[in-house]
């Protein structure tokens, strides 16, 4: 099993930004893929973005050029930047590790922007 933990959620206001950080027991390097997926109040679960293993990055077009996700191989540690917030980014972010048929989720971490 692999253990993921998502930090840094809170509260911001509309237009702030937030850092995301999700570390996992076992090397990223390695795996599949790395997600962020966000679940807003009375919605499902939908994709944020992705980091590929080659460094490739997606991202959902909600988020598209407000949001960046990168990686620190040495620490086994996803981030998502989070900028010019809006209400609606208001959700669960969850973390998601991804490789060789096998899923490994966060608890996830709430992010609340809201004036």
């Known amino acids: 099993q692999v253990q993921v933990v998502e930090s840094g959620g809170g509260l911001v206001q509309p237009g702030g930004s937030l850092r995301l950080s999700c570390a996992a027991s076992?090397?990223?390097?390695?795996?599949?893929?790395m997600g962020w997926y966000r679940q807003a109040p009375g919605k499902q679960r939908e994709w944020v973005s992705t980091?590929?293993?080659?460094?490739?990055?997606n991202y959902a077009d909600s988020v598209n050029g407000r949001f960046t996700i990168s990686r620190d191989n040495a620490k086994n540690t996803v981030y998502l930047q989070m900028n010019s917030l809006k209400p609606e980014d208001t959700a669960v972010y969850y973390c998601?590790?991804?490789?060789?048929?096998?899923?490994?989720w966060g608890k996830g971490t709430l992010v609340t922007v809201s004036s």
């Open positions: 998601k590790y991804s490789d060789s048929g096998m899923v490994f």
């Open positions: 076992r090397s990223i390097s390695t795996s599949y893929s």
């Open positions: 980091i590929g293993r080659s460094g490739s990055t």
